[in-house]
């Protein structure tokens, strides 16, 4: 995984970084609705931010969406700025997996923004605008092997709860530095209760889904997909451990209004939050440069000699941008 990253060149690690930009922004943007839906704790004033940066998060991943099409339009030319403009490589894009996800997902992103309309039934169409935009990364990558339905259920459900995990961090951050200590503490208690079970759904989606991918093998560990989940599980265990840590001592601290408890919580949000972006560069990188181990197996007998020239061959873009 590494000697592939090294080997990279700049358009790759462009696309990299446009991707786990685009990740973020589209998970806060979910994620804020999700959690404004789910938490009874949080104050009004609480819930206004949250609304404000979930427009403002569906904003921003509308813009990194689009951008995506020239940079992979620019990366099947060879990484040349024309490649970015030219007409016939931006259809190609459009018309692949990927222009149909970020077609998807700012259909749902535009829904979001009705989260601020005063009328009846408008965080029902914002919470529909959510769950579709997390939907739409079934639509490309490896959602789209087989068992083709069961992968996009479990990549949905995936991406759903990272969503509400990472919409959650702002308003607890907000709460703990705003709200008296016993309103913020019944926050944090309600939403360590409600993520245990989130934290249930993402394991065992994520079990199967690796188990369907053929990545549960002990020979997978020596592909860059094998080496490179083995770092995304050393960075998720990170993450459980902190929100261990926030549920079992920080959290009842809160709740008790102990000297300096705010302040902790904030910190563990703040190292939680740069984990799940690690995360996320962390899976951008490994579907950019590799697939899952099953996909090799079936794409090696006719697999082409660079990425490039597998896309123009294929058109089907098998390493999943």
Not at 73 to 93: E, H, Y
Not at 98 to 107: E, F
Request: hydrophobic residues 55%.
């Amino acid at each position: 995984m590494i000697d592939t990253l090294a080997s990279a060149d700049t358009t790759v690690w462009l696309s990299i970084l446009v991707k786990t930009l685009a990740y973020a922004a589209t998970l806060v943007a979910a994620g804020s609705v999700l959690v404004s839906a789910s938490l009874r704790e949080l104050t009004e004033d609480g819930r206004g931010a949250l609304r404000r940066m979930a427009v403002i998060g569906a904003l921003a991943a509308a813009i990194l969406s689009l951008l995506r099409v020239p940079v992979r339009a620019s990366f099947l030319m060879g990484g040349s700025i024309d490649g970015a403009i030219d007409l016939m490589m931006l259809g190609i894009v459009t018309e692949s997996p990927l222009g149909a996800s970020v077609i998807v997902r700012l259909i749902g992103l535009a829904l979001i923004p009705a989260i601020f309309l005063p009328m009846r039934g408008a965080r029902w169409i914002a919470l529909i605008g959510a769950l579709v935009t997390c939907a739409s990364f079934a639509l490309r990558g490896h959602a789209l092997g087989d068992p083709r339905l069961l992968l996009g259920a479990l990549v949905t459900l995936h991406i759903a709860g990272l969503a509400f995990w990472l919409g959650a961090f702002a308003p607890l951050a907000r709460a703990s530095r705003r709200e008296p200590a016993a309103r913020a503490g019944a926050l944090a208690h309600e939403f360590g209760t409600k993520a245990f079970w989130v934290v249930g759904a993402l394991v065992i989606a994520g079990a199967i889904t690796l188990a369907l991918l053929g990545a549960t093998k002990l020979d997978a560990l020596a592909t860059p997909y094998g080496q490179a989940f083995v770092i995304k599980l050393a960075l998720f265990a990170g993450v459980l451990g902190l929100a261990a840590l926030n549920k079992v001592r920080l959290t009842p601290e809160l709740q008790a209004a102990a000297p300096g408890a705010a302040q902790r919580l904030r910190r563990s949000i703040v190292v939680e939050g740069a984990l799940v972006l690690a995360i996320l560069a962390t899976t951008a990188a490994l579907t950019t440069v590799t697939s899952p181990p099953a996909e090799r197996a079936n794409n090696a007998p006719s697999q082409p000699q660079t990425m490039q020239t597998a896309s123009l061959v294929s058109r089907d873009f098998p390493w999943r941008y």
